[in-house]
């Protein structure tokens, strides 16, 4: 109904402001489709691993045994996060060592743009923006959307196989599937065909 949608829009205007300079969504990771026919695909998850909160730096190559062995502090505890804008889920566990360094680059990404505004005017404590940030944002520099700000895009291409490109032996590999079906299918039919053929043949010979 037009109505339900103006008043729909009307309410996440009047959430956005409220909440202003906050963002309106929260910085969510970036997870696998399910199932191998849409695991190429990327989407964002509920919340961010525990263990993405806490791993600092790693290499690419290493194993993720080291990796749970050299775990440090990032400053981002499990009780912080939902306060500055990131969604933490406890339930989700890490099993390739690439998820988790696009997870954690995704992070420091987000806390490179990240102004905390003091408690108390005048008050600052460590990680709160410093005067010349909230100025800046107080003239209109806020950012309305994390999703805008750090989009999470599908970067794969599908090449089309050439029949020239094909290995040895499966050209027409549907086509031998089929036949090799059919064949297996008509043993018992063949068989008795054949030996009604021969009873025949020997019965014709007398």
């Known amino acids: 109904m037009p109505g339900r949608k103006q008043r729909r829009r009307k309410a996440r205007l009047a959430k956005v402001a409220a909440s202003a300079p906050r963002p309106a969504d929260k910085l969510r990771p970036i997870v696998r489709c399910p ?19 806490k791993v600092c730096g790693f290499s690419s190559n290493i194993g993720m045994k080291l990796i749970k062995n050299c775990v440090k502090e990032a400053g981002i505890s499990r009780r912080v996060a939902p306060t500055i804008g990131i969604s933490v889920d406890p339930r989700r566990q890490n ?4 998820s988790l360094a696009v997870n954690v680059a995704r992070l420091k ?7 905390v505004f003091p408690r108390k005017a005048g008050k600052q404590k460590t990680g709160d923006a410093s005067a010349s940030d909230i100025k800046a944002l107080r003239n209109g520099q806020t950012v309305s959307s994390i999703g805008g700000t750090l989009p999470i895009s599908n970067k794969f291409t599908v090449k089309e196989i050439k029949k020239s490109e094909l290995p040895k032996g499966e ?27 021969a009873d025949e043949a020997a019965a014709s010979k007398k």
């Not at 099993?95 to 690439?98: D, Q, T």
């Not at 090799?180 to 030996?195: C, F, P, T, Y």
Request: aromatic share 8%; hydrophobic share 35%.
């Open 35 to 53: 199932t191998i026919k849409y695991n190429r695909r990327v989407r964002a998850g509920r919340g961010f691993s525990l263990e993405e909160l």
């Open 171 to 197: 050209e027409a590999a549907y086509r031998k599937l089929r036949i090799a079906r059919s064949d297996a299918r008509l043993v018992g039919v063949r068989e008795k065909r054949n030996k009604s053929k």
């Open 95 to 98: 099993i390739s060592v690439e």
């Open 109 to 115: 990404a987000y806390q490179a743009r990240l102004i």
